[in-house]
Nanobody, 114 residues
Framework: QVQLVESGGGSVQAGGSLRLSCAGF????????MRWYRQAPGKEREFVSG???????SYADSVKGRFTISQNNAKNTVYLQMNSLKPEDTGMYYCKTDLCGGHWGQGTQVTVSS
């Protein structure tokens, strides 16, 4: 079992940056494969980025070149560095692990104003 806790959200102007964190509390191996998702008001939750235990990463086309996912296994934490933010990046951002039965965090709000 693992509990995921996101932080780092906030309000920024377009072109700004934010760094999201997702800390895992519980079995350390549950955070080796991690994903970030987001959900805008009135829209379905969508995949943003993922990182696997071998360090390989993936990104949605809409964030490629602007977002970077990284992981600190010693701290059971995954990060999402978001640069050149756009208003369409606004939403609730969630981290998720598919390991250990699958778990979601509670989310952190990102608001980008034009």
């Amino acid at each position: 079992q693992v509990q995921l806790v996101e932080s780092g959200g906030g309000s920024v102007q377009a072109g700004g940056s934010l760094r999201l964190s997702c800390a895992g509390f519980g079995h350390w191996y549950c955070t080796y494969d991690m994903r970030w998702y987001r959900q805008a008001p009135g829209k379905e939750r969508e995949f943003v980025s993922g990182i696997d235990s071998d360090g390989s990463s993936s990104y949605a086309d809409s964030v490629k070149g602007r977002f970077t996912i990284s992981q600190n296994n010693a701290k059971n934490t995954v990060y999402l560095q978001m640069n050149s933010l756009k208003p369409e990046d606004t939403g609730m951002y969630y981290c998720k692990t598919d390991l250990c039965g699958g778990h979601w965090g509670q989310g952190t709000q990102v608001t980008v104003s034009s």
